[in-house]
């Protein structure tokens, strides 16, 4: 009987954990995963090796909701100058003759139900590669976070340790000092954040 | 715990509050609707209950599955060229209008990448100054009609615009032979400059052919009272802000229209011109009850035909020269008496006006009373009739030159004839009689079967046009989105009929503005773009009434007959827009359905209830219709709505209500005579007065100056509370909705619906109690049922501090933010539905069904992207328009300052044309909202619950004058 009880609810406990790590699996949250893309894009050679400024390409991530992808006009403008004859770059040229978007398979997605704005993270000290990772270190960009909501509310609940001055936001390879958690206050206080308010539903959800 | 509705008369000191009238005969229907919390589970068989949880557990199945989300690697298109100025996510706003009778409806128009999704009146236009009505919030979804005309068609089958330019080229080759003899243009009204211009070259190519106009809604009817009563055909604006005293006759300024918005807006502004009284007195004789009647303080009731002898009373005790005095009953003497006494102060102060029903008559007597109190020019003003086109023929006319074989082509515009002309005319036979016929509209419709050319007409929203707003400012129309329909503007296919090939959209349109704009053309072009309005309105002119005028004498018969245009689909040009048809109407709260209007007194005779059946006859001609018991309507006096017993609107008009056309004489079109004779069989009407009823007492309130300030001084006592009060964040989100300056005419509930993506559930989920507004106006009488007092309350979600609702989810999915708002996530609901029989206030709706468009729709264009479209089996609500303060909260935390007193302004709250609606913060004690709730008048609904809403509302101003007469 005793062994029965134990039996059955280390199966429960068991499953329970089951689940529990399924759900957070690399194959449910989709991170890791390199889809096949139009153009064989790497961020390494673009914001890596050559240094480009992510809102070069990512032009409206200041302004707006959505960081955007950049127009085929804005490929263009270095892309009919170099590699103009690229074979790899046809779908790009094709898109500017034929007035067609090119059509890039989403990477970081975030549910319908999640209303997220670029513009007020950045505004606030959040990093680009505290959410989207090392993508100077991508050849074919994968999401590197798992975009669950605990990812999110982790940083809102606490939003200190996390946060960057201003010229640091597009700097890959910052991380925080041992003093985070100081620095971040300041921040903070400088920036306003209110703290507290963060967490409530309708800030992400409508 | 059941629910009981009899303690209000006992609990209640002021009158007796009652929704509608099964309440007073405490029909036992009623009481079991009551009960349930939504009425439809009553109708659930007990043997249904085993059949329900099996269904219940499939559905779970099926949600299960639902959970899974396909992949999210989806596909994103990013520009190929991204136009200067464009942010990707955040709409954009353009200047243009929408038409209502061929009046502008100035907007701004919200466009998210390219398609519009809302449509707010233009706060810089003279009209509209940023308000709005039902028709103008509801014109998005007119455009994303899936049932408009896509491509143009013959007989039926569908051409391309080459073929209809040949096939015009041979008929411009047989009019030119003849001048144009056998050619009839048949018309709508139209303001627009361009348009008016093309027809005169029509006519200078043609000047044979004969242009008709027709018009449903009265602006024919208007021209011929105004020609009689003044001598030339005018437009009559009232400056109802200088008004301090109205009296109108059978009158509905308040009520739908073009001039809607301009009218509530100078209504409030007199309304609200002190603060420790009513700030104008409204005196109504009238037939049928209407927004305007509501809120009179002194209303009488009087069968239409009494109108032209009430006023000629009025006059003579007015002293107006030649008024006789005719015999008047005890109520009408009397409400002639304090009429006129009111009136005897004011020069220059007060304004008179009168209906299309009251005929010429009533008009002449008006418009003397008028000269006599000198308030013309001052409280009235007139201007020359701005609709076009001028000096043209009648329906009846066009119909007797077709029959008598003159006309071989008919060319008509943006209008639908076959269905709107008056049944005895036969037109849609007539139509079909002629050789060749093009018909021009946005849909295949009723005479668009008839002809032979179905040409198909661009929205207002995708054309280029140009059109004035009833003060005679002009606009021009910018389109918002590209045509998605193998559509052409009016002036298109006008330049085609003038022999031009393939022309532009925008040709015409500049042509006629530069002609306008002279050398600075591009500068003001561009102006006149941004703005939404080329400054100027038409210029007043004083014309006096003339002296010698005589009206034709009325005749006398069985009873009364009035028509009106519906309040939501108006003449049935909206009939298949969803939104409008389940906007309960306005006093009925009837949707998806017109009703024959008796007065309480007509009902008993019949021995009739709301929904049976009866047949009116007029002359010859028959309909049958539900019966509708209005309280406070005349004895003798029956009203038709026009608009309804569609057959070609689409999926969504056809086959609703009866066809008031039908019956409609075409000499006497607004008020006639006729008999009723009831039915024995019923119908089931989709009604929503009694849906969704409060527990309690003294919901909608009235005060007095007196009491007012008898009350100042004490405070009200904060209720005691054994939760903790809610600590507080920087901000605290409260409304305040004046029911005085509320006219209840469902802008905000149309602005709601459109701002929050909410669904459209159908007449019979209607039935069942199940409809989806977030926001509803509750309306309430007082008083005895022949002669009621009518209140309009705005309920929606109170976002209670204390919030019943929030104890009774068991999976905390509605929650409190610190800034006061209930919240709901609708991921987390499970749809026990507790929430919503814990609130006391009954504003939370649940999704039966997935109410959502088949995905290939095109009317899911008009979703607002920054609200979730919910699915099936979960809870939703009013949410302040989270989304506009959280846009709000990031753009000022952008900028490190705090939010602006005026920064959030919900959808309501902008569309309501009397500023009804304040929102804001309740801790900034300097805002608006702040102030409000400190006025006189403020009270909390259902207060004695402890909830500690954050709606609260102002009572409505009773006089003290009034009281004492009714004491």
């Known amino acids: 009987m005793r062994l029965f009880l134990i039996g059955g609810l280390s199966l429960v406990g068991g499953s329970v954990v089951a689940v529990v790590g399924f759900a957070r699996s690399a194959y449910m949250t989709e991170t890791d995963i390199r889809p096949q893309q139009p153009v064989p894009f790497s961020h390494r050679h673009h914001a890596g090796e050559l240094g480009i400024d992510c809102r070069y390409c990512h032009s409206n991530v200041e302004m707006g909701p959505r960081a955007g992808l950049p127009p085929t006009e804005t490929c263009m403008t270095c892309h009919s100058e170099i590699w103009s004859n690229a074979a790899m770059l046809e779908p790009v040229r094709e898109s500017l003759a034929r007035n067609t978007p090119i059509q890039w398979t989403r990477v970081a997605k975030l549910p319908d139900y999640v209303f997220f704005r670029h513009d007020i993270h950045i505004a606030k000290g959040v990093g680009c590669e505290s959410c989207h990772g090392r993508i100077d270190q991508m050849a074919l960009t994968y999401r590197a976070k798992a975009f669950t909501m605990e990812f999110c509310i982790d940083c809102h609940r606490d939003p200190a340790p996390r946060l960057r001055l201003p010229d640091h936001i597009t700097d890959m390879a910052w991380r925080p000092t041992a003093n985070a958690r100081k620095e971040g206050e300041a921040i903070a206080a400088h920036e306003g954040i209110r703290f507290g308010e963060l967490t409530h539903c309708y800030v992400c959800h409508r | ?967």
């Not at chain 2, 099964?22 to 007990?46: G, K, M, N, Q």
């Not at chain 2, 304004?351 to 109190?373: D, H, K």
């Not at chain 2, 689909?569 to 109407?585: C, H, M, S, T, Y």
């Not at chain 2, 009116?616 to 709505?641: E, F, S």
């Open chain 2, 1 to 967: 715990m059941k629910r009981r509705i009899d303690h209000q008369s006992q609990a209640t000191a002021g009158p007796r509050v009652w929704a509608g009238i099964e309440e007073l005969s405490d029909d036992p229907r009623l009481r079991a609707l009551i009960e349930a919390e939504y009425p439809a589970v009553l109708e659930l068989p007990t043997t249904a209950r085993r059949q329900f949880l099996k269904l219940m557990g499939a559905s779970f199945a099926l949600a299960g599955l639902t959970g899974c989300e396909k992949s999210s690697f989806v596909a994103a298109l990013p520009y190929v060229d991204q136009p200067a100025n464009e942010t990707i996510g955040l709409p954009r706003y353009y200047a243009t209008a929408v038409l209502l009778d061929g009046y502008a409806q100035p907007v701004i128009s919200t466009t998210h990448a390219g398609r519009p999704t809302k449509l707010d009146g233009n706060p810089d236009h003279p009209v509209t100054r940023g308000r709005s009505d039902v028709f103008m919030q509801s014109a998005v979804l007119q455009l994303y009609d899936p049932d408009r005309a896509a491509a143009p068609s013959r007989h039926g089958e569908p051409v391309n615009w080459s073929d209809v330019e040949s096939a015009m080229g041979t008929m411009r080759e047989n009019w030119r032979a003849d001048q144009g003899d056998r050619v009839r243009l048949l018309l709508g009204p139209t303001t627009s400059p361009t348009l008016l211009r093309q027809i005169d070259a029509f006519r200078k190519q043609f000047p044979k052919a004969r242009v008709h106009l027709h018009t449903t809604t009265g602006l024919e009817a208007g021209r011929q009272i105004t020609t009689a009563v003044y001598g030339q055909a005018v437009d009559l604006h009232y400056e109802l802000a200088n008004c301090d005293v109205v009296v109108g006759f059978d009158e509905d300024f308040l009520g739908p229209g073009p001039d809607q918005v301009r009218n509530a807006f100078g209504w409030s502004q007199a309304r609200r011109r002190f603060g420790d009284r009513p700030g104008n007195l409204l005196f109504m004789a009238e037939s049928v009850p209407s927004a305007t009647g509501a809120l009179a303080h002194q209303r009488l009731i009087a069968d239409a035909r009494r109108m032209p002898a009430l006023v000629e009373a009025l006059a003579s005790a007015l002293g107006v020269a030649g008024a006789t005095k005719p015999e008047l009953a005890e109520a009408e003497a009397g409400w002639i008496e304090r009429a006129a006494d009111a009136c005897k102060e004011k020069i220059g102060r007060s304004l008179f006006v009168s209906g299309l029903s009251g005929g010429i008559a009533t008009a002449l007597w008006v418009a003397r009373i008028n000269q006599q109190l000198g308030n013309g020019g001052e409280t009235l003003k007139l201007t020359a009739s701005l609709a076009g086109p001028s000096e043209t023929g009648t329906l009846a006319a066009l119909v007797s030159d077709i029959n008598a074989g003159h006309v071989t082509s008919l060319i008509v515009l943006d209008c639908n004839p076959a269905y709107t002309g008056p049944g005895e005319l036969e037109l849609g036979a007539a139509i079909a009689r002629v050789r060749s016929s093009l018909h021009i509209g946005l849909q295949r419709d009723e005479t668009g079967e008839k002809c032979e050319w179905q040409l198909p007409l661009a929205h207002a929203l995708e054309s280029w046009s140009d059109a004035k707003a009833v003060d005679g400012t002009a606009t021009i129309l910018q389109p918002v989105i590209s045509p998605f329909y193998d559509v052409k503007t009016a002036h298109q296919i006008f330049a085609m009929l003038l022999g031009e090939t393939d022309p532009s959209s925008d040709a015409a349109v500049r042509e006629t503005w530069r002609q306008n704009f002279g050398d600075a053309f591009e500068v003001r072009w561009r102006q006149a773009l941004h703005d939404g309005f080329v400054e100027g309105a038409a210029p007043f002119v004083t014309v006096p009434p003339a002296a010698d005028a005589t009206a034709p004498p009325g005749t006398a018969g069985d009873l009364d007959i009035v028509f009106q245009p519906d309040p939501t689909i108006w003449d049935g040009r909206f009939a298949n827009v969803g939104w409008l048809q389940e906007l309960p109407k306005t006093l009925t709260t009837v949707t998806w359905s017109n009703v024959i209007a008796v007065s309480p007194a007509l009902a008993k005779r019949l021995a009739a209830a709301n929904g049976d059946h009866a047949e009116v006859a007029i002359g010859k001609r028959r309909i049958n219709g539900p019966l509708w018991v209005m309280p406070g309507q005349a004895d003798n006096t029956v009203a038709l709505y026009l608009g309804y017993g569609r057959t070609r609107a689409g999926r969504v008009g056809d086959g609703l209500g009866y066809d008031a056309y039908q019956v409609r004489p075409d000499a006497e079109p607004w008020l006639t005579q006729g008999s009723l004779r009831k039915l024995d069989t019923r119908d089931d009407l989709p009604v929503t007065q009694l849906h969704h009823r409060m527990e309690g007492f003294d919901f909608a309130r009235e005060v007095s100056p007196t009491q007012v300030k008898e009350a100042s001084g004490h405070p009200s006592i904060d209720q005691a509370s054994l939760y903790a009060k809610w600590p507080s964040a920087k901000n605290a989100w409260g409304m305040v909705i004046d029911l005085d300056s509320c006219i209840g005419c469902n802008a905000c509930v149309a602005a709601c619906t459109a701002e929050n993506n909410v669904p459209v559930v159908g007449a019979d989920q209607v039935r069942a109690g199940r409809e989806m507004h977030w926001l509803r106006i509750a309306r309430y009488y007082t008083g005895d049922i022949a002669e009621p007092r009518s209140f309009f309350e705005p309920v929606p979600c109170m976002h209670c501090e204390d919030a019943p609702c929030e104890m009774g989810c068991p999976v905390h999915a509605t929650t409190h933010s610190p800034e006061g708002v209930n919240q709901m996530v609708y991921n987390r609901c499970i749809g026990t539905r507790t929430c919503s029989s814990y609130c006391p206030y009954k504003v939370r709706r649940f999704n039966f069904y997935d109410y959502r468009a088949p995905a290939d729709s095109p009317t899911h264009a008009a979703h607002n992207p920054d609200v979730t479209v919910r699915s099936r089996g979960v809870m939703e609500k009013c949410t302040y328009c989270t989304q506009r303060i959280e846009a709000a909260h990031v753009a000022a935390d952008k900028e490190n300052r705090p939010i602006r007193d005026g920064e959030v302004v919900t959808a309501c709250q902008q569309a309501c044309p009397t500023k009804a609606i304040v929102f804001g913060d309740v801790n900034d004690p300097t805002s608006e909202v702040a102030r409000l709730k400190r006025d006189g008048r403020h009270y909390v609904l259902l207060e004695e619950q402890g909830t500690r809403p954050r709606t609260t509302y102002l009572a409505r101003w009773r006089e003290d004058e009034t009281e004492s007469r009714r004491r």
